[in-house]
T-cell receptor, first 116, second 111 residues
């Protein structure tokens, strides 16, 4: 069964600092990978996705992520964090690459706090 | 208007009551999903449906049932609510290019 691990429950950074949120997955076939962001009291917004091709993907709000098959990782990065980036971030893997059922498995989430 | 809507947005109920959470979408997608979110656990899949004739159990379906009344509507029911079903519930649709679109969520509290 597929699984996703986000090792960091809570990360605090200063505004303007760089950010990296870690995500490791376990999946037998080629994964479809996603990062979502959830602002307080809001639903989930898709930041970026990886299906195939270039392993460095660009998303919205200045975020990017790199797929590393050898490390089973899909880490999210941003070079300079803004106070509005404070939110909870979820990594997810989709089984569509294998069975086409399209079920998402989510990590536990990482809460990002941004200090001024 | 939002593409995926959920009603109600907030609900407080008592143990043993029957509750229905409703989801509607205007995206024209065949595939729809119900997830629950608990702090520290991320989102977990309850049920999913590929079309009006297809319903499948997800990871945590015990205590829940669903109904796909039409392509656009997918309802989640708690037949007899219990306190550990207190959570944030999300409905989602899936596009043909494999993106999922989430509703705003329903916050359910079972006393």
């Amino acid at each position: 069964a597929q699984s996703v691990t986000q090792p960091d429950i809570h990360i605090t950074v200063s505004e303007g600092a760089s950010l990296e949120l870690r995500c490791n997955y376990s999946y037998g076939a080629t994964p479809y990978l996603f990062w979502y962001v959830q602002s307080p009291g809001q639903g989930l917004q898709l930041l970026l996705k990886y299906f195939s091709g270039d392993t460095l993907v660009q998303g919205i709000k200045g975020f990017e992520a790199e797929f590393k098959r050898s490390q089973s990782s899909f880490n999210l990065r941003k070079p300079s964090v803004h106070w509005s980036d404070a939110a909870e971030y979820f990594c997810a893997v989709d089984d569509a690459g294998g069975t086409s059922y399209g079920k998402l498995t989510f990590g536990q989430g990482t809460i990002l706090t941004v200090h001024p | 208007d939002a593409d995926v809507t959920q009603t109600p947005r907030n609900r407080i109920t008592k143990t043993g009551k029957r509750i229905m959470l409703e989801c509607s979408q205007t995206k024209g997608h065949d595939r729809m999903y119900w997830y629950r979110q608990d702090p520290g656990l991320g989102l977990r899949l309850i049920y999913y449906s590929f079309d009006v004739k297809d319903i499948n159990k997800g990871e945590i379906s015990d205590g829940y049932s669903v109904s796909r009344q039409a392509q656009a509507k997918f309802s989640l029911s708690l037949e007899s609510a219990i306190p550990n079903q207190t959570a944030l519930y999300f409905c989602a649709t899936r596009s043909p290019n494999n993106e999922q679109f989430f509703g705003p969520g329903t916050r359910l509290t079972v006393l």
